[in-house]
Every structure is written in structure tokens, then in C-alpha cells.
């Protein structure tokens, strides 16, 4: 982890949802932008007069690449200091501080075991980046789910992305659902998903990330299926 403070350059600013934005960022430095799928950057934000009340922390949905840059998509919570001034004031050609990558929330090394990624919102970062990477590099996997909810589809991110990686990755499936919705896809939570699809796979790892009550829940109905606590890793946000 890169424990110095740099200042970025915002390069790009688009809309994915009604509520949410994606922020492309550009590094101080020509080189390679080099960090682990998964991980994430924290930003100094104007928003405080205290240091650790203006420092928010975001994971990185973009892979590991030969740019110097990096994309962090971000949902607006309408009582949110940092993400009221990202949505409010923050505008194409402005610098932003930022220090990174961190984190151990990674893509592992050997993915022998099938693997599965639980996500709501925004949570779908890391698993964009890790997908990416596999992709990307060509690495071989067992199988992996991709398990994301979320209220409707109007609210679903890198949805169009998702359904041509299942299409291009054979061992990769992706299960959007939602909450909100009739569709023809899965509709509830995605606890009822996982739960069938692992019913007979003691060996699975997996993978959680989002707000702390899913991942509280994920992790209780896990334990009570049998899961050992060392196959099951959860980034929480919020």
C-alpha cells in the first residue's frame, strides 16, 4: 500500500445509473497505475475540517492495465458528505487526492475451487475488476458466480458488460437479481440464489461484497450451511 498522498486528475465523468457515476481518474505519474484486482483507493475530500472525517474509501472497478489511470463507480446517498460534493462539485479537469491501492479483498492466485461472488449496488466494483483480469489475462478458473442485486433494472451496473463476458468466459455466470422487479430474470434477494446454487458444493469459496447487513446475513447463512469461516472473505462498504 502506498501510504503517500498523490493528487489525480479527473479525466472523464459518466453517468451509469439515475444514481450513480462512474469517475475516471488519472494518476500523477506516466507509468502504469499498478494494483491487485479488488483492492481499493481512499480519497481526501474537501468536506471537513478533520482529516479522518474527509477520507472515503472506494474500490477500484477498472483492471490492472499499462494506464496510469483508474475508474471508481460511485452511488449518490442523499445524506452523504463525500458523495454529495463527488456528485455536486467535482467536474472533469479537476484534481482530487487520493492514496493506494490497498487492500487484501483480491482476486486469488489459483481459483481451483468454484467461486462465488456476492454483490448489491455498488459492491460490484471488485468483481468488475477481477472479472476483467481473468479476461483479460486468460486465467484459468473453476467456476464462478456472479451473484448481484439489486432493486430494478434501472438500477443494474455494467449489466450489458456482464451478460458478454458470460458469453465470451465459459466458466463465468452471471445471475443479476432483483428486489424490486418482475422480470425474466431472478427476482428476490440474492441469499434464496447462492443458497441453491451451492447446495452441493461443500468445497466453494465466496466472496461478499456490499452494505453490512447483507453481508451479516451472507455470512450467517453460510455458517449454518456449513462453510467454514476461511472460505468465506466480505469487503464491507458503508
Same mark, same amino acid.
Given at each position: 500500500m502506498s501510504l503517500e498522498w498523490q493528487i489525480g486528475k479527473v479525466v472523464s465523468i459518466m453517468d451509469e445509473t439515475h444514481n450513480t457515476r462512474r469517475f475516471f481518474i488519472e494518476t500523477p505519474s506516466s507509468k502504469p497505475f499498478h494494483f491487485k484486482a479488488g483492492q481499493f483507493v481512499t480519497l481526501d475530500l474537501p468536506i471537513h475540517e478533520k482529516k479522518n472525517k474527509r477520507w472515503r474509501s472506494y474500490s477500484i472497478a477498472s483492471a490492472p492495465d499499462t494506464t496510469n489511470m483508474f475508474e471508481l463507480v460511485i452511488v449518490l446517498v442523499e445524506d452523504g458528505l463525500g458523495?454529495?460534493? $463527488?456528485?455536486?462539485?467535482?467536474?472533469?479537469?479537476? *484534481?482530487i487526492v487520493f492514496r493506494g491501492p490497498a487492500g487484501v479483498f483480491t482476486l486469488p492466485s489459483h481459483v481451483d475451487q468454484d467461486l462465488y461472488m456476492i454483490c448489491t449496488g455498488t459492491g460490484i466494483a471488485p468483481f468488475r475488476s477481477m472479472i476483467h483480469s481473468v479476461y483479460n489475462h486468460q486465467i484459468e478458473t473453476k467456476n464462478i458466480y456472479l451473484i448481484y442485486g439489486t432493486r430494478t433494472q434501472a438500477d443494474? $451496473?455494467?449489466?450489458? *458488460?456482464?451478460?458478454?463476458?458470460? +458469453?465470451? +468466459?465459459?466458466?463465468?455466470?452471471?445471475?443479476?437479481v432483483l428486489s424490486r422487479e418482475s422480470w425474466d430474470g431472478k427476482q428476490g434477494y440474492v441469499h434464496d440464489v447462492y443458497k441453491e446454487l451451492c447446495a452441493d458444493n461443500p468445497n466453494a469459496n465466496?466472496? +461478499?461484497?456490499?452494505?453490512?447487513?447483507?453481508?451479516d446475513d451472507a455470512r450467517h447463512f453460510l455458517n449454518e450451511l456449513g462453510y467454514d469461516k476461511k472460505q468465506i472473505h466480505f469487503e464491507l462498504y458503508g
Open positions: 458523495t454529495n460534493h $463527488l456528485f455536486r462539485n467535482v467536474v472533469v479537469g479537476d *484534481e443494474l $451496473l455494467y449489466f450489458k *458488460e456482464m451478460t458478454e463476458f458470460q +458469453l465470451q +468466459l465459459p466458466q463465468f455466470k452471471y445471475i443479476p465466496f466472496m +461478499l461484497c456490499g452494505w453490512k447487513n447483507m453481508i
